[in-house]
Structure formats: structure tokens, C-alpha cells
Nanobody, 120 residues
Framework: QVQLVESGGGLVQPGGSLRLSCAAS????????MGWYRQAPGKQRELVAG???????TYADSVKGRFTISRDNAKNTVYLQMNSLKPEDTAVYYC??????????????WGQGTQVTVSS
């Protein structure tokens, strides 16, 4: 079983920065996609950013230019650098991954989430 563990959340002031990390562990042959989702109070979970093994990225319009996703394939770790944070970014952030435990079997996984609160 693959587990995803997020870290780096916390309380920051508007305009501040945080860097989230997510490390995957367990039996992993490869990870095709890793990404970050978030869920704010009263809202559905939404994709924040995603990254493929080759480095292709996608971002929600609301975070473009402020957030940067990256990954270290050797460590099976994905990062989310969040700059110029706004109160609207307040949410629980979840790491996700699409992985293979062997070359032929894909699976999906979710982390437990880390709270990001942007407030003065």
C-alpha cells in the first residue's frame, strides 16, 4: 500500500509564503502524476496543481503565477511552493498521486491533508 504524507501547512499572513511537501512511501514502481488539491469550507475539493513525471504542469487559474509545483522523482516527493498567499487560499490541501505498484497496475492515492490558513 502506498501512503502519501503531507507537511508544511500552517498559518501565514496574506502575502506570505508556504512550501508544502508530500512524500510517497510503500511499494511503488512508478508515479505517473502527483498533484495538490484543496478543499475550503463549504466548497468541493478542487485541483490546485498537478505535475507529470516528465515535468509537465497544470494549475488552477486562481493560483497561476503564485504557486509552483515541482517533484523529485528519485524521492517520490512533490512540492507546492505557495507565494503571495491570499485569504481565499485557506483550505485543507491534499496530496494525490497516480502510481503503479508494478508496470501493469495503476492505482490512486490521497494524503490525509494539511491545513493552510491565510489570515492577518
Amino acid at each position: 500500500q502506498v501512503q502519501l504524507v503531507e507537511s508544511g501547512g500552517g498559518l501565514v499572513q496574506p502575502g506570505g509564503s508556504l512550501r508544502l511537501s508530500c512524500a510517497a512511501s510503500g511499494r511503488i514502481f512508478s508515479i505517473t502524476v502527483m498533484g495538490w488539491y484543496r478543499q475550503a469550507p463549504g466548497k468541493q475539493r478542487e485541483l490546485v496543481a498537478g505535475i507529470t513525471t516528465d515535468g509537465s504542469t497544470t494549475y488552477a487559474d486562481s493560483v497561476k503565477g503564485r504557486f509552483t509545483i515541482s517533484r523529485d522523482n528519485a524521492k517520490n516527493t512533490v512540492y507546492l511552493q505557495m507565494n503571495s498567499l491570499k485569504p481565499e487560499d485557506t483550505a485543507v490541501y491534499y496530496c494525490s498521486a497516480v502510481y503503479n505498484s508494478d508496470p501493469a497496475t495503476p492505482f490512486g492515492a490521497w494524503g490525509q491533508g494539511t491545513q493552510v490558513t491565510v489570515s492577518s
